[in-house]
């Protein structure tokens, strides 16, 4: 394999002034040398990853990176700008810039060496001596680690405090098992490590990472768990295999605290064992440790644990939603709505004939979204009580399909699951039988447990209440139709990607798994409201540019894209760099688009999807209609707001204007 990166991958000098920009301009190089094929495909899968999360660093650096089907092997570019260039770090712009590019399907061996650099990237002796050098090729092999430039020493000081903490410690260190990991899992879980390991170094605590990280993972002995004192979760995602923390204090927080406060976290993490504060979490999924006061989970008061759990399941469910949904919109886009009553193409496939095509995308999307409730409620419970609940919770799920209690009746299913799975955990049992607990006994009795209560306790009433929901939703006319669009509207438009969005989101879809004519309005008018955000931010920043920061209108081209294609989250910058001109603003707009949406009686059978399904929507152009007028009264308001703030002659925001750090 050619090497990661070389002299013709290195910019020392560059020009850019935003991250677009820049991304761009190290793209460019790696086209140049045969690592990605297509540059605008490339650059709109970086969009997306730096949407989902800022990749600006304290210590001015920034890592814009994405795994990429147009990323012909993985790459690294490095560019040093004079100027900085503003990538979201609170500490102000980059200097130094990597552009990570690695293939969609990267071998473990590649993102070993990805996650190599990100553990050098936090030591200052390594980014001083890139910050000096003049050489473009040594440069590329100080960042292929050919050359490992020597840490600065430290000052007297704290060389003295260092020594005087391992002197306290030295009888019995402090020891701290660790896990970190991010959504891609190629940088921020590797620098998040680095971080802690340096702040542990510095603090004379012995301390362990387990990194679960797109290079795989190594498990940390149990040995070694059992030894720590604390342990510190810093991740994005769900850590992996809980149950072996089960009875340490642990501090859980995201990978981001991992990288700019470790030293807080240490010290968090030895206050809590200070306290006795001894975690839920149940030693091998079999029941809970010693002193503990139940199963793993979120913390936090009641509401917003409930509110976790019922995100996990929304999160596991949404790509069933996206793939079901638009197979099915297709089939009706090709064959018409008929299609749905088609026979098994099994026996009735015809090659060339267009019903035939339609109907085997209608029942492969009908497949799809048959998983729907039954995945709600696994990942409810796993949410709950990890992977013993999983079994319990798919059966509670398909139970609710059989009893037509539909998508209340997963929710119930799966907290009810959860619960039952937490409740065995909590029983004692002798060490002997720990092993077969989460495999057997646990999924065993949970599933009995559920399967009685939603066949003969609450499956009848769930039912009931879901069939005067269907009833209520489709005799939903007049004032009442643009009542509830108005709430919806409100709803998808306050957090923008937040809890309340994903709960009018997950309403909507729910409806789509026994579609109604009133389910289908709510799903028109919730993608409507939920378009409003962006494009108003868009149409803003190109009627009134003074307003807004150059970095604010780079990302106001990027919304228009984003708000036809129906990601809210296009507008989270915006809203981040001025929420009380902004929230209230797109919500006055999502609305006013949600009631035109049910006023006017659009209907919709996508789950996903904007503009592009436009030709399945019932009334398009009154859709189109509601979304525009929506858009212009956000843009309006917002643009009246932000010219009140402004004095004679203050001139426009400068254009380097603060960072805004935003995580999606």
Known sequence: MSELITAELVDLDLSAETKSEAARSLAERMVSAGRVTDLDGFLADVAAREAQMPTGLDGGIGIPHCRSEHVAAPTLAFGRSRRGIDFGAADGPADLVFLIAAPAGADDDHLTILSSLARRLMDPGFTDALRAEADPAVAAALVRGEEAPATAPEPAEAATEKTATAERTAAKPFRIVAVTSCPTGIAHTYMAAESLEAAARAQGVVLDVETQGSAGFERLGPAVIAAADAVIWA???????????????????????????????????????????????????????????????????????????????????????????????????????????????????????????????NQIGTAAFGFLVPVLAGYIAYGMADRPALVPGFVGGAIALTIDAGFLG???????????????????????????????????????????????????????????????????????????????????????????????????????????????????????????????????????????????????????????????????????????????????????????????????????????????????????????????????????????????????????????????
């Open 410 to 664: 997963g929710l119930v299913a799966g907290l009810l699951a959860g619960a039952a799975v937490m409740a065995i955990q909590r029983v004692k049992v002798h060490p002997t039988l720990r092993g077969i607990m989460p495999v057997l006994v646990i999924p065993l009795l949970a599933s009995i447990a559920v399967g009685f209560l939603m066949f003969i306790v609450v499956g009848k009433p769930i039912a009931s209440l879901q069939n005067a929901l269907t009833d209520w939703l489709n005799g939903l006319s007049g004032s009442n139709a643009v009542i509830l669009g108005v709430v919806l509207g409100l709803m998808m438009c306050f957090d923008m990607g937040g809890p309340l969005n994903k709960v009018a989101y997950a309403f909507a879809v729910g409806g789509l798994a026994d579609p109604t004519p009133g389910s289908l309005k709510v799903m028109a008018a919730v993608m409507a409201a939920g378009m409003v955000p962006p494009l108003a931010m868009a149409l803003a920043t190109t009627l009134r540019r003074s307003l807004f920061t150059r970095t604010e209108r780079e990302n106001g081209r990027a919304a228009w894209v984003l708000g036809a294609s129906f990601i809210t989250e296009g507008a989270i910058p915006f809203a981040a760099a001025d929420p009380l001109r902004v929230i209230p603003s797109v919500m006055a707009g999502g609305a006013v688009t949600g009631a035109l949406s049910m006023a006017f009686g659009c209907t919709l059978r996508a789950p996903h999807g904007g503009v592009f399904v436009v030709p399945l929507i019932g009334e398009p152009f009154l859709y189109l209609l509601a979304i525009a007028v929506g858009t212009a009264v956000s843009t309006a308001l917002v643009v009246v707001l932000k010219g009140m703030r402004r004095t004679p002659g203050s001139g426009a925001p400068a254009d380097d204007g603060p960072a805004v750090a935003v995580a999606a």
């Open 235 to 361: 991740h994005d995602v769900d850590v992996r295999e809980k149950g072996r923390f089960g009875g340490k204090p642990v501090v859980d927080t995201g990978v981001k605290a991992g990288i700019n406060r470790p030293a807080e976290l240490i010290a968090e993490a030895r206050a809590k064992a200070e306290r006795g504060e001894i975690s839920g979490i149940a030693e091998d999924g079999a029941g809970p440790a010693e002193g503990t006061g139940g199963p793993s989970g979120p913390s936090g008061h009641f509401g917003v644990r409930l509110r976790t759990y019922l995100m996990s399941g929304v999160s596991y469910m949404v790509p069933f939603v996206a793939a079901g949904g638009l197979l099915i919109a297709l089939s009706f886009a090709i064959g018409g709505y008929e299609i749905a009553g088609a026979k098994s193409v099994a026996d009735h496939f015809v090659w060339g004939e267009s019903a035939s095509w339609a109907a085997l995308l």
